[in-house]
């Protein structure tokens, strides 16, 4: 008789483990450029089974210059995206679009100037005199701040394509980049280590690498857009703190172009550079957003004109899935 019970219970248990394995959420997140080390967090939550642990079967769609994902969000096609930067959002509140920002996975927004050294481009106050490097979104986007508030112009201006040649080629130029990836490229090729801006540090207080969800699906299904806000910070602590070897084969699966030299060099400025975890965060949790900061960004790019001062700009946002401490255990103590 006890035999047949550990038998009955053997299968219980099985029948069970199978059923939560079957019962699994699946759901759909698009990035906004090919894989890479700023995407790391999501990756490692796939890798690592976070997303599994919080009931989740999660497909991560990487994006690409002629892939426009948040799109297919709006439209319905996909869950979750992964926004830019808090102009994007503010965007969608202008124009109507019911696209909300639930989550902010960077604290800083990684976009720097890099500049020659030893050029008389040493110092912020240098670069506006210098030829700009930039980018058709960067030009109606972050260098209307750097005009507004810096003194930058446009007759300074000339084309950006991500070929860094241009830049290496005219030492009294500057480029526009990334934290985490121009740098190490100019430094490869140019051999040469640049002055690396980053405007995070001169007040562009942007939050960068939101979580973006249509306002139905928050409405309608809110304990699932809260475990994957939740899945995706854990991620997030694990991938800058701890083992992410498994998280980068799969950026590499979906990037085969990517190296392992620029992946650490990444995950090494993220961690550096407080873009991930730091400022509010740290008490917090990965992932938080205020509405002071909101406000003072927002104030920000009024005063650039990018938006009118009475946009509703706070139907861009919603703090309702962060500030909850999540994964705050899983920091490293000193």
């Excluded at 740290?282 to 009475?310: C, E, Y």
């Amino acid at each position: 008789m006890n035999r047949l019970l550990a038998r009955a219970v053997l299968l219980t248990a099985f029948l069970c483990s199978s059923a939560t394995a079957f019962a699994l959420d699946k759901v759909s997140f698009a990035t906004n450029w090919r894989a890479e080390a700023e995407h790391g967090g999501f990756y490692q939550a796939v890798a690592d089974g976070t997303y599994a642990k919080y009931g989740l079967d999660v497909t991560i769609l990487q994006g690409g210059p002629q892939v426009n994902n948040r799109l297919l969000l709006a439209a319905g096609r996909i869950d979750f995206d992964m926004g830019a930067n808090m102009i994007q959002a503010f965007d969608a509140a202008q124009q109507g679009i019911p696209i909300v920002a639930i989550a902010s996975m960077f604290q800083k927004d990684p976009i720097v100037l890099l500049s020659h050294p030893d050029a008389g481009f040493d110092k912020f106050t240098d670069l506006p005199r210098a030829t700009a490097f930039i980018g058709k979104d960067a030009l109606v986007s972050v260098y209307q701040w750097l005009k507004a508030t810096y003194g930058f112009s446009e007759d300074k201006i000339k084309p950006y394509n991500f070929n860094a040649a241009p830049f290496l080629a005219d030492k009294n130029s500057i480029e526009q980049g990334y934290a985490t990836s121009e740098p190490y490229e100019i430094e490869r090729e140019g051999k040469f280590k640049p002055n690396v801006f980053l405007l995070a540090d001169y007040g562009y207080d942007s939050y960068s690498t939101t979580i973006e969800a249509r306002r139905d699906l928050i409405e309608k299904k809110p304990e699932l857009v809260q475990r994957f806000v939740d899945a995706s910070i854990i991620g997030w602590y694990h991938y800058i703190y701890g083992d992410n070897k498994a998280a980068n084969a799969l950026i590499k699966k979906d990037n085969p172009d990517i190296s392992d030299g620029l992946l650490a060099y990444s995950v090494k400025k993220l961690r550096e550079d407080g873009i991930v975890d730091s400022g509010d965060s740290l008490s917090a949790g990965i992932g938080t957003m205020n509405d002071a900061r909101m406000k003072s960004f927002f104030d920000k790019m009024v005063k650039a004109g990018l938006f009118k001062p009475d946009l509703d700009y706070k139907r861009g946002y919603t703090l309702a899935f962060v500030n909850k401490g999540v994964g705050l255990d899983q920091r490293p103590k000193p």
